[in-house]
Structures are given as structure tokens and as C-alpha cells.
């Protein structure tokens, strides 16, 4: 099974750049979008992540990520789609700006790591970005699919665990016409599997992401999603912010 990738904003953030790119960049200010990636192919309607619950929709926003915010519905609309259309929401991780949306979709089965569960209704302070409020109730109603490890969820779907950005980070790897996707289980730009010449000059070959679990671990991580796929899908890429299909 081949299947078509729609990148949709569903959100942004303004922070400093070294929040991407680890010891790398700190001072610039840099907006990132926060995407839901709507999985076109097969006989159901699947999306990675949902994004944000209320986004931030400016001109200001928009020029500097390169493409149109949505609201989750206005989004999914843009494919005829509908939230309770949605049968297969798969999670990169469970950091709040991904999951926001997942209560908007009753008919879903829903794909998380255990690692992930285990962090939102018990964080470390450092990880302020998990909030469970966000999951309680699809978690009640029986939605969630519990992953422990590298899964098949489709044929031409896999869901493959990279802890490098989170304990649970699933990387998610897509069949295309155009070669296999891998849509990063860690909060990363082009920049990070791309660097510089002055990070190449220290023979680095990519950048771990700035926030990590294990930044030595991160960087083996990377390299392991970059050679396993013809189609590299940094999570927060402002590129793909104007694109309307991938592979």
C-alpha cells in the first residue's frame, strides 16, 4: 500500500532556535509549526498528531512559517473531513501542541507509546509540555492503542520507537510513490539532519535535537531514522508549511 502525506498546520511557536537545534543557534528567535499530517491512502482516514486546540492565526505567523494556520476542523475540511471521520490518529509523542485535538474525535483508535502514557499522568518538571488533561478523556472512552515497541499499524505504516526527544517517540514511517517517509518522532527542523559547515567541521553529521532525553543517544538516533528513509519529515520543518502533498 502506497499512501500520500498532507502536511496542515495546526499551530506555531515562537521560541529560540537552539530549542531545535541542540548548542546550536541560541539567540535567534524562530517560529516553528506545529502540524497534524493527514495520511491519504488504504480505506481509512488516518492523521499523525492533531495539533494544537487554539491557534495562534496571524498574518504575522503565517509570513514567517511560510503557509496558512488552521483550526483543527478548518484543516481536516481542506480534505472533506470531518473530526469524527478520523478512525486512526498515531502519535509521535504525547507533548501537549500534539494531542490537543484528540477529544474532537470519538470513532478513532488511537496508536501512543506506553512510554508516553507514563510520562503525561506522571511528568518530570522539566517536561512541563505533557499535560493529561489533554488525553483524559479519549483514555476513558477506550480509544487508546498501547504500542511497546516497533509496530506495524498498517501495511505500508509502521510506528518505529526513537526516544531521542521523548521516552516514548514513535517515528513514523510512511509508504509514498515517491519512497519511504519517515515523519521524525522528535521535534527537529532540516537543519538538524542538515547542518552547517561549521557543525560539519567539528564531524558532526547532524544536530540533536535541543530537547532530548540523551543528547549522545539523540544523535545516534537520528542517524538510524536518516538512513532508513528516502523522505526525511522534520516534525516542525516551516517548509512543509506551504506544501500540500508529500511523496
Known amino acids: 500500500m502506497k499512501y500520500k502525506i498532507h502536511p496542515i498546520v495546526m499551530g506555531t511557536k515562537v521560541f529560540d532556535k537552539s530549542m531545535m537545534t541542540y548548542q546550536f543557534n541560541s539567540g ?9 499530517w493527514y495520511i491519504e491512502g488504504g480505506d481509512r482516514n488516518i492523521i499523525v498528531d492533531t495539533g494544537e486546540m487554539s491557534p495562534i492565526q496571524s498574518e504575522e505567523r ?7 494556520i488552521y483550526t483543527f476542523e478548518q484543516g481536516l475540511s481542506k480534505w472533506n473531513l470531518k473530526p469524527e471521520d478520523i478512525d486512526t490518529i498515531i502519535h509521535t509523542h504525547l507533548h501537549n501542541d500534539h494531542c490537543e485535538n484528540d477529544y474532537k474525535c470519538p ?3 488511537i496508536y501512543v507509546h506506553e ?4 510520562h503525561i499522568h506522571d511528568p518530570h518538571p522539566l517536561d512541563f509540555r505533557y499535560l493529561e488533561d489533554y488525553i483524559e478523556d479519549v483514555e476513558e472512552n477506550g480509544q487508546l492503542r498501547i504500542l511497546t515497541g516497533d509496530t506495524e499499524i498498517f ?3 509502521q510506528a518505529v520507537h526513537t526516544p531521542a526527544h521523548t521516552e516514548g517517540g514513535m517515528t513514523i514511517l510512511i509508504d509514498t510513490p515517491a519512497g519511504k517517509a519517515a515523519i521524525t518522532g522528535f521535534c527537529v527542523i532540516n537543519q538538524n539532519f542538515d547542518p552547517p559547515v561549521e557543525i560539519r567541521g567539528m564531524e558532526m553529521e547532524v544536530i540533536p535535537p ?6 549522545y543517544e539523540a544523535y545516534d538516533i537520528m542517524l538510524k531514522v ?4 528516502d523522505i526525511i519529515i522534520p516534525l516542525h520543518e516551516p517548509e512543509f508549511a506551504g506544501v500540500e502533498t508529500i511523496g
Open 210 to 215: 535541543g530537547t532530548h532525553v540523551n543528547a
Open 107 to 109: 470513532n478513532a483508535e
Open 226 to 229: 536518516r538512513d532508513m528513509a
Open 115 to 118: 512510554k508516553e502514557m507514563e
Open 62 to 68: 503565517e509570513n514567517a512559517i511560510g503557509g496558512k
Open 28 to 36: 535567534k528567535e524562530y517560529t516553528i509549526p506545529i502540524y497534524c
Open 155 to 157: 501495511p505500508g505504516i
